[in-house]
């Protein structure tokens, strides 16, 4: 028999008992439903969190460490921006501009972080390494607060982080003034600060803000990491204010309190918390990442190579989006266990659905054997109606899911209101390209694959009893 | 063309031993027509049911046009039933949700033969049992010797070289079994078809060249028309 005439007379065999067919169909698409929605969150807060990684990275860049584990940064992931407490014993504010650091004594690095630290003669051999086209250390630095010329607004936390301008002009800003963008007191900012401010961003660009730091004498690595306020009651420590142009917004995203300032804005305040010259600074530098990026891309994977060769730890933009799609995978993996299971109930009412097909049509296939079909094709048609109930229940379950992921994004997107009246916010309107919901081919070609494969094991028994039934014995079946 | 040599078949039902044939032997000629006479129970459906190679012999051998096909595999068995003989049932095994033409294309469907061709050849066996006006109804919609006539049409689209009827007037009223009989008889002359018939009716029995009463298993009397 051909094949397209085993999927033709199976296929039309399903409407022999419609609602039997419908209630089969219906029970396979609730597995492939959850599975499909599963999948496609997973998905979606896979695209968001590579988003947000890669906001700032090339695919030329290399993040480099000492192989050491450091555990977690404390960054507020997803927090907002969160507003500046005064010290109870507020100091008078030295207001400097950037290029009059000062010097004082320093202080160590933790002695449990000793091991993870990279310095001049780390930097020096990294971007000696053939196709590197810039290296330099990533620096945070951890003030007390960002602020705007107008008294009225509030001071905020901030972090700073310190960029090559390669990779802060590829950044995705929501606004931006790409001129100013190379000048060294240019700050970009997270998209919460203008709202908190309650100001246009577009109005905000090129407005100087004031980044007040305290000179506690400890490197600009680690030690300034910790968040903003940490100083709050500062004592006799010196504190100054740093001032910086706002070149742009970035697009809103998980770290809400970042400010990002050039590398040389950024060993200029670090020497001021170190209480060193930038000299001093920079010929004792301690950070805990290098960020390397290569001449061209098709050089990546030999600088990564050369890198770990070395003796550190290297991460690769493609590597980082690796690990964050293996992360996720693993979370639909397993979120979708429980489609896998309602799917494995489904299977069962396929062989059911089947074997009672087989009973009805006992002395079809008795006459079907009499006029000449072998024990294969008997099986065959009978495994490809499993099969086209797989099919049918997949591609259900994907177009219910689709519509209910397209419907939540709308939900969470534009929220629900009538006329003025708002009764559920848009929780993702600052996120307009995070969708929760996003289905891709793979997700397609996943779940009809399990559906249908499902749906031919469960097929499998009553296909090889229908095969195995004995034409006289069907004949005269009533 | 048909010899049978020394068949037995041996069942058992309720643990007890039934010998549906009790080594029976019969040559059969190309182009004869033979009915097969006998009670119920008598062995004359198994019979017909070994030389359509859907049941199996306990001892003894069929042999078909020089081929044994009692020691056939199922894919070889599958292949003499699509290709060289037709059965016809008492209750015609039609499928109600098909038409006349899609019923007759089924055995066709299973010699991979494309959709056109099968059609074709359908429209042609149904227009050799006068039923051309009828193509494209469904069994429901046809009377009992029109559903015959189709069963009929299905079972000699492939062209087969032996017709195989277990009771086909058994369900039909005289004059339509008297109609199908005849059409048999016909179909046996002009397409040189070798026809095996079981019948209870001995009228319908004078059909036939050859009339074989069969009991216990075992022929108990073998009677050629004279010609």
Redesign the interface.
Same mark, same amino acid.
Request: proline residues 8%.
């Given at each position: 028999m051909r094949v397209d005439d085993v999927l033709k007379v199976s296929f039309g065999n399903l409407f022999r008992q419609k609602a039997r067919t419908a209630l089969t169909i219906v029970s396979m698409m609730i597995g492939a439903f959850l599975i499909s929605i599963m999948l496609s969150v997973g998905n979606g807060l896979k695209q968001f969190m590579i988003s947000q990684v890669t906001m700032f990275a090339d695919t030329r860049t290399i993040g480099v460490q000492k192989q050491f584990d450091f555990g977690s940064f404390g960054f507020s992931l997803g927090g907002g921006v969160e507003k500046y407490t005064e010290p109870s014993d507020a100091l008078e504010v030295d207001v400097r501009p950037l290029d009059e650091g000062t010097s004082s004594d320093t202080s160590g690095m933790p002695d449990y972080l000793s091991g993870a630290v990279l310095r001049n003669n780390d930097l020096e051999k990294i971007s000696k390494i053939n196709h590197v086209a810039d290296a330099a250390f990533e620096k945070y630095i951890s003030p007390d607060y960002i602020r705007l010329d107008d008294a009225e607004r509030d001071k905020l936390l901030v972090t700073l982080y310190g960029l090559p301008v390669e990779i802060r002009e590829n950044a995705s800003f929501s606004v931006v003034d790409k001129n100013e963008l190379r000048n060294k007191d240019a700050v970009v900012l997270s998209d919460g600060y203008a709202e908190s401010w309650g100001l246009d961003r577009e109005l905000l660009l090129g407005k100087t803000v004031w980044i007040q730091v305290a000179q506690t004498g400890e490197p600009s690595g680690l030690g300034s990491v910790q968040q903003g306020g940490m100083s709050a009651g500062h004592g006799d420590v010196e504190i100054k204010e740093f001032p910086f142009k706002i070149a742009g917004f970035v697009e809103k995203s998980l770290l809400s309190q970042m400010g990002y300032i050039t590398p040389e804005a950024a060993d200029e305040i670090g020497a001021y918390i170190a209480g060193k010259s930038i000299e001093e600074l920079i010929t004792d530098e301690k950070e805990f990442e290098i960020i390397v990026i290569v001449d061209s891309d098709e050089n990546v994977d030999a600088v990564d190579r050369a890198i770990e060769k070395a003796g550190y730890q290297s991460m690769t933009y493609d590597e980082s989006i690796g690990q964050i799609g293996v992360v996720f995978d693993f979370i639909s993996a397993a979120l979708s266990s429980f489609g896998a299971i309602a799917m494995l109930v489904a299977s069962i009412g396929i062989a059911n659905t089947l074997l009672m097909a087989i009973y009805e049509r006992t002395r079809e296939i008795g006459v079907m054997k009499a006029v000449g079909a072998t024990r294969t094709v008997i099986g065959a048609l009978f495994t490809a109606e499993a099969a086209w109930l797989g099919i049918l229940g997949g591609s259900v379950g994907l177009l219910v899911s689709w519509l209910i992921g397209r419907f939540v994004n709308w939900i969470l997107h534009d929220g629900i209101s009538i006329g003025s009246l708002t009764i559920l916010k848009g929780v993702l309107a600052d996120y307009p390209t995070f969708d929760i919901s996003v289905f891709n081919i793979q997700i397609i070609i996943l779940v009809l694959g399990v559906t249908t494969s499902v749906a031919v094991v469960a097929g499998l028994y009553p296909a090889w009893r229908a095969s195995r039934l004995d034409p006289i014995v069907a004949l005269r079946h009533d | 063309m048909i010899t049978i040599q020394k068949a037995s078949k041996v069942y058992s039902l309720g643990g007890e031993e039934i010998r549906a044939l009790d080594n029976l032997s019969l040559k059969i000629d190309k182009g004869d027509f033979v009915a097969l006479l006998g009670s119920s129970g008598s062995g004359k459906s198994t019979l017909l =049911?070994v030389v359509?190679s859907?049941?199996t012999l306990t001892s003894g051998r069929v042999v078909v046009e020089g081929v044994d096909i009692s020691k056939k595999k199922?894919?070889e068995q599958?292949?003499y039933?699509?290709?060289r003989v037709g059965?016809i049932?008492q209750t015609f095994?039609l499928?109600r949700?098909l038409t006349a033409t899609e019923n007759v294309e089924?055995?066709l469907?299973?010699?991979?033969i494309?959709?056109q061709k099968r059609k074709a050849m359908a429209l042609e066996a149904l227009s050799k049992v006068n039923l051309s006006d009828r193509v494209g109804h469904r069994p429901s919609e046809l009377s009992g010797g029109q559903q015959q006539r189709v069963a009929i049409a299905?079972a000699m689209v =492939?062209n087969p070289k032996v017709l195989l009827a277990d009771e086909p007037t058994g369900n039909l009223d005289s004059k339509s079994g008297e109609n199908i009989m005849k059409l048999i008889r016909n179909l046996n002359k002009k397409e040189n078809m070798t026809v095996i018939v079981v019948t209870h009716n001995e009228e319908h029995a004078l059909y036939a060249d050859r009339v074989l009463r069969i009991r216990d298993g075992k022929i108990l009397r073998d009677s050629k028309k004279k010609q």
């Open positions: - | =049911n359509g859907l049941d199922d894919k599958a292949r039933r699509r290709t059965f049932f095994n499928q949700r089924l055995p469907l299973f010699d991979n494309p959709a299905r =492939n």
